[in-house]
C-alpha cells in the first residue's frame, strides 16, 4: 500500500472536538472516517493519534511515509473555546485611553473585566485622536513606560492597547508599541506579545474593538502553543507543507496568519462550508443543518446557496462583531440530563453527564436519566452494538435512572417518559430551526435539512416532522462531518477597509465612493498577494469575493452584501443604485451606512470528491429485527447495518439503521433511500 501514482496524494482534514478528535482522510474516491480520544492536557496528542490511526487505515505502518505522500492538513480546534470555558487564559495588561480605565468604553457592568482582565492590571495615558482620526494629543514616552513598567511588576503575560478613536488612526496605538518595544528590548520583554486593538478589529465602537482585541489576546498563547506545535510535530515526521488551519469565517490558513479570534467555533462553521459544497453538487439552495453532539445541538442555515454570517457576534457572551458563519447553538444533545420539576414538567439540561461518568447506561457511576438512556429504553439504541459494539452499555442502568427520576415522579411508564424525553429534544432541534429561519426571514418550508453529528441520525428525523421539514439528507460521514467539511474549504485570506458612505435611495452621484472602494480594494489585493505568496500561490491562481456589511442608519439592523466583482469597473450607478436600493429595503432603512467593504482571496486546493455510482435493483434485507417503541406501542422493528446499503435500497419506516458510529433512525410514515453518491434521503 506504501506505493502511489503521482497523480494522487492523501488529504487529511481533522476537527479537534470536546470528546472526540474526528478525522477525514481521503485518497481518489475512497475516504476513511476516524474517531480518537481527545486528549485536553495536550490537543497535539489527539492530533497525532488520529493521523497514525488514518495512516493505518490506509495501510501505513511508517507514519512517515504517509506524511511525505499528503498533500494537504486541515485542522479545526476548540483550543480557543477550551480557554475561555476553562479560563485558562494569560494574565492580561491592557493600556487604553485617560477616563476609560473602569468602563472601557462601556456603558453599564463590563463583561471584560474580571471574567478576562482583573482590572488592576488596565492603566490609562493622556492621548487623544478625533473621531475623524485627526492626533489632537500624541503619546507621553514616559508615562508609556511607566504603564508598562507597572503591567510588567503585576505579572501581565499579553499586553493589549486599545486606544480611543483608534479605527480612524490608529497612530497612537503604533507609538505605545514602538515605545515599550525600544524600552524593553525582546531580551528583556521575552515572549510576552503587544496586541494593538486596531489591529485585530477595524470596528469604529471602541468597546467593541477592545472586546475583540482582548478576547484574541486571551487566547493567543494557548493556540500558539498547539498549532506551532502540531505544525512543527508533522513537519519533524515528514511533511513539507504548512499546516492549514480553519477560520470561524470561512476558508483555512497557515498558522502563522491565523488569528486567535478567527479559530473560534471554527469546526461548528466547517459543517456548514461541507454543506454549502453538497448543495452545490445537488442544486440545492435552501439548506438548514443541524449537528447533534453530547451537550447542545448546533443549527445553521445557507440561504440562495450563500453561507449566512453573524456581523454582530459575541464570544463567551462579550460582543466581538467579527464576521462568523453564524451557527445557532442551543442546550440539549445526548448526554443532556432529564429531571422532572415543581409544576410536574420535564426539563432537559443544561446539566449534561457528558464522557465521564456520562449517562446512567455507561455504567461508568452516572445515575442521572440522559437522552441516551431513553434511547435505550426504547429501543432505538441496542446495548450490545454501541459505537459498533465496542462499548458495552447497560440497559438495567438506563431503565432504572428513567423510572426513579422521570416515570415515577410523573406516575407514567417507564416507556412514555424516555418518550416525552426524545419529544422533547426533538422539540428543541425544531423550534431552533425554525427561530434561525424567522430571524433570517426565511419560509422553513422552502429548506431541506442536513443531518451530522453523533446524534443527528437519531433525532433529525423527528426535527424535520415537528418543523414542517419535509426531507432529510445523511452522509456516510455525517459522524465527522465538521472533518468533511474541511475537505471543502480554501486557502483563504480576508481583508476589511472601512469606507463609512451614507447613502440615501435618492443618491445621484456615485462616483465618490466607487473611487475610493475601487482604491482600498486594490490596496486589499495586493496584501492578497504578498501573503499568497507566502502560500505558495502566484497572483493568477487567486479568485476573489467582494462584499459590503450595510447598516441601517440608526445602526439597528445590519447585512452583509455579496457583491459582483465587477460591480465598481463595469457596473453603471444606475445597475449600482438598484443594488443598494434593494438593501436599504431589506434594512427597511432610507438611509444606509456602507461601512465596511471586504475582500475574500482563495486559492483551491485538494477537495474530496462525491462518488457517482450505479443504482441498484438488488433486494435489501434487514439484519435483524427488535421490538422499538413507537409513540404509544412497542412495534417489532426492521434494523439494517448502514455500511452495507448501496445506491437504490429503500427502506420503509419505522426502521433503524446502524454502523459503528452512529444510527439513523427512520421514524413512522417516513421513506429513507441511499442515492447514487451513497448519501441518505429520507422523507418525513
Known amino acids: 500500500m506504501e506505493q502511489m501514482t503521482q497523480t494522487q496524494q492523501y488529504t487529511v482534514d481533522i476537527d479537534t472536538g ?5 478525522g477525514f482522510f481521503s485518497y481518489g474516491d475512497r475516504f476513511e472516517v476516524v474517531k480518537v480520544d481527545t486528549t485536553p492536557h495536550d490537543l497535539t496528542v489527539c492530533f497525532n493519534n488520529c493521523i497514525a490511526e488514518g495512516a493505518r487505515r490506509f495501510g501505513f505502518k511508517d507514519v512517515s511515509v504517509f506524511l511525505k505522500e499528503t498533500k494537504t492538513i486541515r485542522l479545526s480546534t476548540t483550543v480557543g473555546t477550551n480557554s475561555l470555558i476553562q479560563r485558562t487564559g494569560p494574565k492580561l495588561g491592557l493600556i487604553v485611553s485617560k ?6 468604553y462601556q456603558d453599564g457592568d463590563n463583561p471584560v473585566l474580571n471574567y478576562l482582565v482583573d482590572p488592576e492590571m488596565v492603566v490609562a495615558i493622556e492621548e487623544e485622536v478625533s473621531e475623524q482620526g485627526e492626533v489632537i494629543k500624541p503619546i507621553n514616552e514616559e508615562e508609556v513606560k511607566n504603564a508598562t513598567k507597572k503591567l510588567l511588576e503585576l505579572g501581565t503575560r499579553v499586553i493589549v492597547v486599545s486606544l480611543k478613536n483608534a479605527h480612524s488612526n490608529n497612530e497612537n496605538e503604533k507609538q505605545v508599541r514602538k515605545v515599550i518595544q525600544e524600552d524593553y528590548p525582546k531580551h528583556y520583554l521575552g515572549t510576552k506579545p503587544i496586541q494593538l486593538a486596531s489591529e485585530i478589529s477595524s470596528r469604529a465602537n471602541n468597546a467593541i474593538r477592545t472586546n475583540a482585541a482582548v478576547v484574541n489576546a486571551y487566547l493567543h498563547r494557548d493556540m500558539v502553543k498547539y498549532l506551532y506545535k502540531a505544525d512543527d510535530g508533522i513537519r519533524l515526521k515528514g511533511y513539507t507543507k504548512p499546516l492549514l488551519i480553519a477560520h470561524a469565517n470561512g476558508g483555512v490558513a497557515r498558522v502563522a496568519k491565523t488569528k486567535a479570534i478567527d479559530t473560534y467555533n471554527s469546526g461548528p462553521a466547517a459543517g456548514l462550508m461541507g454543506s454549502k459544497y453538497i448543495g452545490s453538487m445537488y442544486g440545492l439552495d435552501n439548506i438548514m443543518t443541524v449537528d447533534v453532539g453530547g451537550t447542545s445541538t448546533d443549527v445553521g442555515l445557507i440561504s440562495n446557496g450563500e453561507l449566512t454570517f453573524d456581523t ?4 463567551a457572551d462579550i460582543p466581538v462583531h467579527t464576521p462568523l458563519i453564524h451557527v445557532l447553538s442551543v442546550g440539549g444533545g445526548g ?13 432537559l439540561g443544561p446539566e449534561s453527564a457528558g464522557a465521564v461518568p456520562g449517562p446512567a447506561c455507561f455504567d461508568l457511576g452516572g445515575t442521572k436519566p440522559t437522552v441516551t438512556d431513553a434511547c435505550v429504553v426504547l429501543g432505538l439504541v441496542d446495548p450490545d452494538y454501541y459505537l459498533g459494539g465496542t462499548k458495552k452499555i447497560s440497559k438495567e442502568k438506563a431503565v432504572n435512572a428513567i423510572q426513579k427520576w422521570v416515570a415515577q415522579p410523573l406516575n407514567i411508564s417507564i416507556e412514555e417518559a424516555a418518550m416525552k424525553i426524545i419529544d422533547i429534544l426533538e422539540q428543541i432541534g425544531a423550534d431552533t430551526l425554525k427561530q434561525l429561519a424567522t430571524e433570517r426571514g426565511k419560509n422553513i418550508l422552502t429548506f431541506e ?7 443527528g441520525g437519531l433525532f433529525s428525523g423527528g426535527m424535520a416532522k415537528k418543523s414542517g421539514i419535509r426531507k432529510v439528507y445523511t452522509f456516510p460521514f455525517s459522524s465527522v462531518f465538521s472533518a468533511f467539511g474541511l475537505s471543502t474549504a480554501d486557502i483563504a485570506h480576508n481583508y476589511q477597509e472601512r469606507l463609512d458612505y451614507a447613502y440615501t435611495k435618492d443618491e445621484a452621484n456615485l462616483g465618490q465612493m466607487k473611487e475610493r472602494a475601487t482604491e482600498l480594494i486594490n490596496k486589499m489585493k495586493k496584501l492578497s498577494y504578498r501573503d499568497m505568496r507566502g502560500e505558495g500561490f502566484t497572483p493568477d491562481s487567486i479568485q476573489f469575493d467582494l462584499s459590503v456589511e450595510v447598516a441601517s442608519v440608526n445602526g439597528n439592523r445590519r447585512e452583509i452584501i455579496t457583491l459582483p466583482n465587477q460591480f465598481l469597473s ?10 443598494l436600493n434593494s438593501v436599504a429595503e431589506q434594512l427597511q432603512s432610507d438611509e444606509i451606512n456602507i461601512e465596511f467593504i471586504r475582500l475574500n482571496s482563495n486559492v483551491t486546493v485538494s477537495r474530496y470528491k462525491l462518488p457517482t455510482l450505479e443504482i441498484t435493483n438488488q433486494q ?3 439484519k435483524s429485527k427488535r421490538d422499538i417503541y ?3 406501542h412497542f412495534i417489532t422493528t426492521n434494523i439494517y447495518n448502514l455500511e452495507t446499503l448501496q445506491p437504490g435500497h429503500k427502506i420503509v419506516g419505522p426502521a433503524v439503521l446502524e454502523s459503528s458510529n452512529t444510527s439513523i433512525v427512520v421514524p413512522l410514515d417516513s421513506t429513507f433511500r441511499i442515492d447514487e453518491h451513497l448519501n441518505g434521503i429520507m422523507e418525513v
Do not use: H, M, N, R
Open 570 to 579: 463595469d457596473s453603471s450607478d444606475k445597475e449600482l443604485q438598484q443594488i
Open 449 to 455: 435539512l442536513f443531518s451530522f453529528g453523533g446524534g
Open 18 to 22: 470536546g470528546t472526540f478528535t474526528d
Open 630 to 632: 413507537w409513540k404509544d
Open 620 to 622: 435489501l434485507e434487514p
Open 99 to 104: 477616563g476609560y480605565a473602569s468602563s472601557l
Open 335 to 347: 448526554g443532556s440530563i432529564a429531571k422532572v420539576t415543581a409544576d410536574g414538567k420535564i426539563q
Open 312 to 315: 454582530e457576534s459575541s464570544i
